[in-house]
């Protein structure tokens, strides 16, 4: 996937624009009837008044079993995490926090459904049930900003500057995102589309169907576009670290790169080197924990 900084070129531009409002205007039709219907003014909420100061990370196999990468990023959050407490989900506990239908563990089981799409799941029922952050493993937290974002009704990474054409443009991200109690009905809406979604098909049309959801719903909901609008832009360079990981460490760049940003989207799906001619990489300290 593009990182922010990557610009398509005018006529590929055009494509994207043109494919994401053909998949909206689809998800309507293939939703029509399901949305007409839909009362979104009947949202019943479940009373967890104590759990929303829960920052959901999940690693299915368990922490300890994770990349190297993985732990340095947990350990970040954890670090940085304030009054709120780092929950992390794994497949031995998942079904603790919230209730999957059957019918999808069944289709999980199958394979139709794999677990990326199983985790787009989780995250969604964990903020409609309980409120709270949930944030991607792979978030490498450079400072104390975690405690701020809990201040929002509702959060997610903003860079309306974005330049990478995705269906979100900047206005919002999968991987990061916040409520508080009240505004666990957003995301009870945008679970339930989801789910429909998955109910009445055994194929995943794009990877970025969570991305899709959201944005269906606030096209759908006035009032849910209100809020995502209302976010202030924050973490302008959340996919910068990730270009230099395996680069000679540059003091100066990294205080450049962390001083609007706190928060990191890093990937552990590549190889990077600790050390370049005895010097180390952004990757070798933040494994030996000096970023």
């Known amino acids: ?15 994207l624009e043109k494919k994401h409002e053909t998949m909206i205007t689809y998800f309507e039709k293939m939703f029509e009837e399901y949305l007409k219907n839909y009362d979104y003014n009947k949202i019943v909420l479940e009373e967890y008044s104590d759990m929303d ?26 670090k940085n995490s304030g009054k709120y407490k780092v929950e992390i989900i794994t497949d031995k506990n998942y079904s603790d926090f ?15 459904i794999t677990q990326t799409n199983y985790s787009d799941l989780l995250r969604l029922s964990l903020l409609a049930k309980y409120g709270g952050m949930w944030l991607d493993a792979t978030f490498f937290c450079a400072h104390p900003i975690i405690e701020e974002y809990f201040e929002y ?6 860079r309306p500057d974005y330049l990478h054409c995705s269906v979100a443009a900047g206005y919002f991200a999968g991987y990061s995102l916040k409520c508080n109690l009240n505004n666990r009905w957003i995301f009870v809406i945008i679970r339930d589309f989801f789910l429909n979604y998955w109910k009445n098909n055994d194929r995943l049309i794009d990877y970025l169907l969570v991305d899709y959801m959201i944005a269906l719903a606030q096209r759908q909901d006035i009032r849910i576009s209100k809020v995502f609008n209302e976010i202030i832009p924050n973490n302008p360079c959340c996919d910068e670290l990730c270009k230099v990981l395996g680069e000679e460490f540059d003091e100066k760049l990294w205080n450049e790169l962390k001083k609007e940003t706190g928060l990191f989207k890093l990937t552990w799906k590549k190889s990077y080197p600790k050390e370049i001619k005895g010097c180390k990489t952004f990757y070798g300290k933040l494994l030996d924990g000096e970023l």
């Open 98 to 112: 919230v209730d999957i239908p059957k019918w999808i563990e069944e289709k999980r089981k199958k394979g139709i």
């Open 1 to 15: 996937m593009n990182k922010n900084g990557f610009q398509e070129p005018p006529a590929v531009k055009r494509r």
């Open 53 to 78: 100061n829960r920052i959901w990370i999940c690693w299915w196999q368990g922490i300890d079993n994770a990349p190297e990468l993985v732990k340095r990023c947990v350990e970040s959050i954890q």
């Open 153 to 158: 009704p509702l959060w997610s990474i903003k």
